[in-house]
């Protein structure tokens, strides 16, 4: 952790605590924390009791289930560390059993989940000045002056944060390398663009004064559309700067007014999307043309078109009515496929199997290549994007009868029908796929190069479908070979069964492995098969921690569609961090829950709960960080 | 046009546009207080350089060091690679980043291979390596004498990916070089850019065809200037971690503007450079071109040819003194980079790098980490063969290669695999093998990096003292 980060929490939750009303939760969670106590006195006490308080925890503070109620905060930071593994730490004399472990996360979950909203402070969170990233760069470029050159495929690709995506601010940089490939692209788009797109207006006559004017309508009309904004007079003032140097290098008109809007696309009004600090530390409501830009940026990774502006102007982008008016209107747009292909394949972790990062041995599967590789990424974009169009439900995605493929995918598959570049919806024969886990780009990715994994598999299952990720292996643990084991004496699912004999390993083996069997008659590139390298039949059979046991992926996805709200709200964090360009915190726990059940009341339709993400508190406020001077960075701890 | 003057580090900037427009304290200024005070600046007559080119997944350990400390005499057969240019070089043994331990995994031993911190545990909001890297540091206070302060590059665009078990964005692993402790630096992955931005006009093609005609390729200024002032406009109105982000795009128009003031000193008054070296330019840049696009994965053998080529941008920028300061990514931490091109090489770089000591894997391991030693030995030959005066341009730097684990199967990060190449303008006793006491801070040879190069700097991170033993 930061050293800055806990101190500006501190600050933050002083401002919040001042207003918060005790919560009410429900009563079983009153009734566990008496059989809780006992476990946090045995293992957590040690540290973070009366006598120590490491990291200034104090949890022989909380005497009853209102002290929990009073910090929720801390409470996340619990089960983070839980969740973590982190915590009681590897060092500590007795270690946590898994399943208690489990008991303890379940009950610190279902306490912050029960807590009453109403009485709730909330938190819309921070989001830091945000950096058009490649795809918005080429995008806004594209609908601002109708030149579609795709610049920004030049620039450094961006790194991704948060929920793992790659519109997350605080991970978007603007080095001098790209700094100088922006204005490469300006002088390029520029050159491209027709005068009526850069509002060009021609002066009537040639005294300066009148060019002066003339630019200076250019100036505004232009500005206003590229900072998404209304724009000040001192601005159009400094852009004309830029205009009178070129008059003074008796520089063409048309020429100098190119330079200038050159000027307006290097601004950091343009370049970055601002969303202004207000005069009061704490939470505040968008302001219109904010708005306007986030449900631009979200739903079609580009710049508000006309009817948007309207709206801002006539101030009615605040509107729960008129926001889900508007996302119903810009997802009919063709622009919004930007969403599923841009949303679907970091959500799923494609892009490390896209770029070719990860992947069968090109030697073993030498029919994988990077066109097929890019067909099969695109298969659960067109997925989503169908979602979309088609009105429907996210719990197509773990169960469905349908796929969309297109001529690489369906010969990919072996299916006739689809052909060329575009998806198309395709009816599935039969139960063995169906949703995402059925898809090649996932089993693909989830592979390891020369032979299938259950472990990433289920590690994949848990962390993208479920949201409960698994904490790393212990350094130094013994791994299985990665080849194809055709060789092996054993099966891999024996060979698995051994190592999960030790109880360091069973913990978290026995939650992910079992998932991942389920898939093994998907071999490493998503071909259907009933043996292994050895010859000997698949066993695709599992038994869940909880004792449910299933055969083959059909009989999985059943399973998984009971726990159709854990996944919804999976769902939900991504496409939320993914709808702010923020990771999720502890205190978008309550926002999450209201999404997923929104959804859930509209029958997990796709469409409604990109509304309920357009309309949720978090997505139409913001709050200013207090200002606290950072510390400087500690000197590094000595080692053990 | 711009008429400020250049000639004060970035710091000293930073901290007068801090006093101009009132900016709240801010990290970005305040972090290298590592160092206790600014470093002295000692501008050498011989320029020297540094290079520092990374290898990823550590190296395979019973192939890398000799037996024993003191003159280099037969080498184990990783480092054999460097045979030919054995009394050029330097191997030292010992060292380590104490802050790289308490994380564990691969991505805490990269971003502070050059800076000797610990980074923030995150997925992104708090993104910070702890401190500054030894090569931004020489170019925030060397990088004026140069046309560019230095330039980072890599074969392979950053892991896009957050790896959601150890909370941690894989950001972490693809950076070794950060101009502050939350901003890395942008490294160019495509070999024709870099070279471009290196030789503009030079065999680099020209840029800015686009631009009006009458306006000079550094008119650029009037927009930059523009920026400045629209972004002061701006600044007064945003948060204090917006204001981070700003000041990230300011130091960056600054970055440009200095770049261009440069360009024009250089078109003014042409600094002597090699006849040798400018005939070279234009072969290198044909080659570029053939080879195309950099940042993917899918050709192995275009990889090798990407590694070789941006290998010799570093050497040719060198040799023109366009930068004194590069480093060299061979790949992302946890690549998974396709080594088939390498007879006897099966599979992915990461999982050779967990061998779980199977002779076989082990093998593979060896050979993935003896082809980056014969990159880089390749290097060291092709520059020793370049004159400068009676030395070489060998002599005349330090290129340091190596890994921030030792052995990628156990993820180690003591005892870190190092080699330098030069002597730092004849100040290091070469064709040695040094070995320190255990778990002597890498820090120590970075500040003695950092010295050799003409800045003095009392502590550099975890530093304890001067490496005594590497002047002999």
Not at chain 1, 196 to 222: G, H, M, N, Q, Y
Not at chain 1, 418 to 431: I, N, W
Not at chain 1, 434 to 449: D, E, I, K, Q
Request: hydrophobic share 40%.
């Amino acid at each position: 952790m930061s050293c800055a980060r806990p101190l500006a929490a501190l600050l933050w939750s002083i401002a919040l605590v001042a207003f918060a009303v005790r919560p009410v939760v429900a009563a079983d969670a009153a009734a566990g924390f008496a059989e809780i106590r006992p476990q946090l006195e045995k293992y957590c006490y040690e540290c973070h009791g009366d006598k120590k308080q490491k990291g200034g925890v104090n949890l022989a503070k909380v005497k009853s289930l209102d002290d929990v109620q009073r910090d929720p905060a801390q409470w996340e930071d619990v089960l983070q560390q839980l969740r973590d593994g982190e915590m009681p730490p590897k060092a500590a004399k007795e270690p946590l059993a898994p399943d208690l472990r489990d008991k303890l996360m379940a009950w610190v979950e279902h306490t912050l989940d029960t807590l009453d909203a109403g009485t709730l402070a909330r938190d819309p969170g921070r989001v830091t000045l945000h950096r058009l990233n490649r795809i918005e760069y080429n995008n806004t470029i594209r609908d601002l002056l109708d030149v579609d050159l795709r610049p920004a495929d030049q620039f450094p690709a961006d790194g991704v944060g948060g929920g793992g995506f790659d519109n997350n601010a605080d991970t978007l940089f603007l080095p001098p390398l790209l700094l100088e490939k922006l204005v490469e692209a300006a002088n390029t788009v520029l050159a491209a663009a027709k005068p009526e797109r850069l509002a060009i207006v021609k002066p009537a006559d040639d005294k300066p004064k009148t060019r002066r004017e003339a630019a200076r309508a250019s100036a505004a009309a232009f500005a206003k559309r590229a900072y998404r904004r209304p724009v000040a007079p001192g601005e159009i003032e400094r852009l004309l700067k830029v205009f009178d140097y070129c008059e003074k290098k008796n520089i063409a008109y048309e020429d100098g007014v190119r330079h200038m809007l050159k000027a307006a696309l290097m601004s950091p009004s343009f370049l970055y999307r601002a969303e202004e600090a207000r005069k009061q530390v704490g939470a505040f409501e968008l302001g219109q043309y904010e708005m306007a830009a986030r449900l631009s940026y979200f739903l079609w990774s580009s710049m508000p078109d006309e009817a948007l502006f309207a709206l801002a102007e006539q101030k009615k982008l605040q509107d729960p009515k008129v926001i889900a008016e508007q996302v119903a209107r810009m997802l009919k747009d063709p622009k919004a496929k930007a969403l599923a292909q841009n949303f679907t394949g970091q959500w799923l972790l494609l892009e490390q199997l896209r770029s070719g990062a990860v992947g069968p041995d090109p030697q073993k599967y030498p029919e994988f290549t990077q066109p097929v590789r890019e067909a099969l990424c695109g298969e659960p974009a067109a997925f989503m994007a169908g979602l979309i169009d088609g009105n429907r439900s996210i719990l197509d995605l773990i169960d469905s009868d349908y796929t969309w493929m297109n001529g690489e995918v369906a010969r990919w598959y072996g299916v006739s029908g689809p052909s060329g570049g575009e998806f198309q919806e395709v009816k599935l024969p039969d139960a063995n796929r169906g949703g995402v886990l059925g898809m090649a780009a996932v089993l693909a990715a989830t592979s390891h190069p020369q032979r299938t994994s259950p472990v990433l598999r289920g590690k994949w299952l848990l962390a993208v479908v479920l949201n409960a990720p698994t904490p790393p292996p212990p350094a130094n643990v013994a791994q299985l070979a990665k080849d194809d084991g055709a060789k092996e004496e054993q099966s891999l699912r024996k060979r698995l069964e051994k190592h999960r004999a030790d109880p360091g390993c069973a913990g978290c083996h026995s939650r992910i492995d079992p998932l991942g069997f389920g898939l093994e008659n998907f071999d490493v590139v998503g071909a259907w098969r009933t043996q292994d390298a050895r010859g000997e039949a698949i066993d695709n059979t599992g038994t869940l921690p909880g004792g449910a046991s299933f055969s083959g992926p059909a009989e999985l996805r059943k399973i998984l569609l009971g726990k159709k709200d854990q996944f919804t709200r999976a769902f939900t964090e991504k496409l939320l961090s993914y709808a702010l360009g923020r990771g999720i915190e502890g205190y978008d726990r309550q926002t999450v829950k209201e999404i997923a059940q929104a959804a859930a009341k509209d029958g997990y339709r796709l469409p409604a709960l990109i509304t309920a993400i357009a309309t949720s508190y978090p997505f139409r406020n913001a709050r200013v960080a207090p200002i606290v001077p950072l510390a400087p960075a500690a000197a590094p701890e000595p080692a053990k | 046009m711009s008429t400020r003057s250049w000639h004060i580090s970035r710091r000293t900037m930073l901290r007068g546009l801090g006093a101009a427009v009132a900016l709240p304290l801010l990290d970005v200024m305040e972090a290298p207080t590592l160092f206790g005070a600014d470093p002295k600046v000692v501008p050498r007559k011989q320029p020297v350089r540094f290079a520092a080119l990374y290898m990823p997944n550590g190296v395979n350990p019973h192939h890398w060091s000799p037996a024993m400390p003191g003159p280099l005499s037969e080498l184990p057969s990783i480092t054999a690679a460097f045979e030919k240019v054995k009394s050029e070089i330097t191997l030292i043994s010992g060292l380590c980043n104490k802050g790289s331990f308490p994380l564990d995994g691969h991505y805490a031993k990269v971003a502070v291979w050059l800076s000797g911190t610990s980074i923030t545990k995150t997925t992104g909001a708090d993104l910070n390596s702890g401190g500054i890297s030894a090569d931004q540091l020489a170019a925030q206070f060397l990088g004026q004498y140069t046309r560019l302060p230095s330039i980072e590059l890599s074969t392979h665009n950053p892991t896009n990916f957050v790896d959601n078990n150890v909370k941690l964005t894989a950001l972490y692993g693809s950076h070794i070089s950060w101009s502050t402790p939350t901003t890395p630096q942008t490294r160019e992955t495509d070999p024709k850019a870099a070279f471009d931005r290196l030789f503009r006009g030079q065999g680099g093609a020209d840029a800015g065809a686009a631009r009006p005609k009458a306006l000079n390729p550094w008119d650029d200024s009037s927009v930059l200037d523009f920026v400045l002032d629209d972004s002061a406009g701006l600044k007064g109105r945003l948060g204090v971690n917006d204001q981070r982000k700003l000041d990230e795009y300011l130091t960056s128009v600054r970055d440009v503007e200095r770049r261009i003031q440069a360009e024009i000193k250089h078109v003014k008054e042409p600094h002597r450079v090699d006849p040798a070296a400018l005939r070279a330019l234009p072969e290198l840049g044909e080659r570029v071109r053939k080879v195309g696009g950099g940042g993917r994965f899918d050709n192995p053998q275009a990889y090798a040819e990407r590694v070789r080529m941006m290998l010799d941008i570093i050497l040719l920028a060198f040799w023109t003194d366009s930068t004194r300061i590069a480093t060299f990514m061979f790949g992302n931490e946890v690549s998974g980079q396709n080594f088939s091109f390498i007879e006897g090489v099966k599979g992915g770089h990461h999982d050779m790098s967990h061998h779980e000591n199977n002779a076989d894997k082990l093998e593979q391991y060896r050979k993935i980490g003896l082809w980056h030693a014969q990159q880089v030995a390749g290097l060291f030959e092709r520059m020793k063969a370049i004159k400068e005066g009676k030395d070489t341009l060998l002599d005349n730097s330090m290129v340091l290669f190596g890994s921030g684990i030792r052995d990628g199967n156990a993820h180690d990060p003591h005892n870190l695999p190092i080699v330098i190449g030069g002597s730092g303008g004849k100040t290091i006793a070469t064709g040695r093998h040094i070995v320190c006491k255990n778990e002597t801070p890498m820090c120590n040879l970075l500040g003695d990096i950092l010295a050799r190069m003409g800045l003095q700097v009392d502590k550099f991170a975890d530093s304890t003292g001067p490496l005594k033993e590497l002047a002999g």
